[in-house]
């Protein structure tokens, strides 16, 4: 592989994680820990990372246009999802949404709705839903990841956990065949969790191309979701684990929504 291709797929996996090692990367492309350092002083020079000891981190002008470049991927699938998602949820209730574009783009189809109280460790969703006819808006409290404006840590876990929410609305960065789903920021997933067990029902969103992604921590199986909103039919695996968990799969496309008992 060329030099130019792996630093390539180097910023790649920052764009979806905080952090990269010179051991699992050298691993990766079957290559020594002498040619990744070579390739993390190179992308630093260049301004796309910074190094640490034992790999690199995203810098925070970098992570910022990760995150915005992340906005425009799948964005009609994005839109017709996140109105899926609003017509699963009735005025005059409670909600908790985590961090992720698709959970941003449903905060904007939920705008529309009455009486809303809406928890949130996302503070675009706060601004998205601020001024409408939402009764409530509560920021989670705790240590705010400048990149994508995501309230992380344990302080998050804490404050989510006075909450007792109708629905719970989450991303994730990777689904499983076997219905696992899955993140990269054990910070994150902690909060994503809190979510999930805080809520009454639970819904996850998340675009298809995330079955064709893999990250290393799982938030949940499906058996801890009520309803998969999806913009494609999903792997054959993933909806026999669906059915044994009872876990309804809603897919959506441009024209219509159909759902796969």
Do not use: W
Request: hydrophobic share 40%.
């Amino acid at each position: 592989m060329h030099a130019n291709t792996r630093q390539d797929q180097i910023l790649e996996l920052l764009s979806t994680q905080d952090r990269v090692e010179v051991e699992d990367l050298a691993a990766r492309f079957g290559v020594s820990l002498q040619t990744i350092r070579t390739d993390l002083r190179d992308l630093s020079a260049r301004g796309a990372l910074s190094r640490v000891h034992g790999g690199a981190v995203r810098t925070a002008s970098a992570a910022n246009r990760a995150y915005a470049d992340r906005r425009k991927q799948n964005a009609k699938a994005k839109q017709n999802m996140a109105d899926a998602v609003a017509d699963l949820v009735p005025d005059n209730c409670s909600l908790a949404l985590n961090i992720g574009t698709s959970t941003e783009q449903t905060a904007r189809a939920l705008a529309g709705h009455r009486g809303l109280t809406v928890l949130s460790n996302n503070i675009n969703i706060i601004k998205i839903l601020m001024g409408g006819e939402i009764k409530d808006l509560i920021l989670v409290g705790g240590t705010i990841r400048q990149s994508d404006g995501a309230i992380v840590g344990e302080d998050a876990v804490e404050f989510i956990s006075r909450y007792k929410v109708d629905f719970a609305v989450i991303g994730a960065s990777a689904l499983d065949d076997d219905g696992a789903v899955l993140d990269h920021d054990a910070r994150e997933v902690s909060v994503a969790r809190a979510i999930l067990q805080n809520a009454r029902t639970k819904v996850l969103i998340c675009d298809g191309s995330k079955f064709e992604r893999s990250a290393p921590i799982r938030i949940c199986d499906l058996s801890d979701l009520d309803v998969v909103v999806t913009d494609r039919a999903p792997p054959q695996r993933f909806i026999k684990a669906a059915q044994a968990a009872g876990t309804r799969i809603l897919t959506v496309d441009p024209d219509e929504s159909r759902e796969n008992d």
